[in-house]
């Protein structure tokens, strides 16, 4: 079994007045050595959803890239994402928040879109998995073994982005 490593971006935090604006995947082998060609997804924001301003900001988008008439819709962002999805069965999924966030938006998403199954990540043979729950149990367990940046208040900050 392989891995597939994703994320996703989306138009801000509540799956179901959100969307995905982009999902990217790698799928690789055991040994985390690609097996194809990385998945690159991009979708326009619906004429019905208002994109968060901090969502915005973290995907340093403006309105006009996302309302662009020449991305895919949703509807069609979602099959291709279900078809690339259920083409790496069986798999490990991995991301980062995956488990609280991406995949709420990835199920909401396949059920709005009529993609069936909704829970690819998780039938057909597939396991998921959440590295940020790795990495906090090993900041628990083992302090030393990552270095983790401390914020302005002090406590240790677990932000992908300032994990380096």
């Not at 057909?124 to 208040?153: C, F, K, M, Q, S």
């Amino acid at each position: 079994m392989g891995f597939v490593i994703y994320d996703l971006e989306t138009s801000g935090l509540n799956k179901r007045f959100d969307q995905i604006l982009q999902f990217a995947a790698i799928p690789t082998n055991d040994d985390l050595e690609e097996i194809a060609a990385p998945v690159n997804v991009r979708a326009r924001l619906l004429p019905s959803i208002v994109p968060s301003p901090g969502a915005l900001h973290v995907t340093r988008r403006f309105i006009d890239q996302i309302t662009d008439p020449s991305l895919p819709t949703l509807y069609q962002a979602a099959c291709e994402i279900h078809e690339a999805s259920m083409s790496w069965s069986p798999s490990m999924f991995l991301g980062y928040n995956s488990i609280r966030f991406d995949e709420e938006f990835l199920r909401q998403t396949f059920y709005q879109n009529l993609r069936h199954p909704i829970y690819v990540t998780n039938l057909n043979g597939n396991n998921r998995g959440d590295v940020l729950r790795l990495v906090r149990g090993v900041a628990l367990l083992n302090p030393n073994a990552i270095a983790l940046p401390t914020g302005a208040d002090g406590r240790r900050s677990f932000r992908l982005e300032d994990l380096g």
